[in-house]
């Protein structure tokens, strides 16, 4: 792994692990919808940086998602909760910034806040071991 690629994916698991956190404040003051939100790009940012392990590099949303489920899932490098909680978090994002007919409530929320966090740290613990592990 590059040097250069190495330095991308920490900037990416930075600024996921900012978003997780500003999820989790956004929760606390009943700001479930932007929580929800927060949540998804914590994920999508992790994700996007868990590609790069590949040399993959996708900017459509759903492209970062169908090379995860194909590079990651289906290949069984990560459990296939991973991709149920990729999936949920990204549909109940776009119930929640789309749908004028849709309300997060605080269930929904800390469910989508939680497994996001669960996900950040799977993810997290596999690319620090990526990242050691290449020279």
């Known amino acids: 792994m590059e040097g250069e690629t190495r330095v991308l994916i920490e900037v990416r698991l930075e600024r996921s692990q900012e978003d997780i956190e500003t999820a989790k404040e956004l929760l606390n003051l009943g700001r479930y919808r932007a929580a929800v ?29 169908a090379a995860y489920i194909q590079y990651f899932i289906k290949t069984g490098i990560f459990e296939k909760e991973y991709g149920r909680i990729f999936d949920y978090v990204r549909k109940k994002r776009e119930e929640s910034d789309y749908s004028a007919k849709t309300t997060i409530d605080k269930e929904t929320a800390e469910r989508v806040v939680s497994d996001a966090n669960k996900y950040l740290v799977r993810l997290t613990e596999y690319l620090r071991i990526q990242i050691q592990g290449i020279h």
């Open 37 to 65: 939100n927060r949540s998804y790009y914590a994920i999508l940012g992790a994700t996007a940086a868990l590609l790069l392990t590949e040399k993959i590099e996708r900017s459509k949303h759903s492209g970062i998602e």
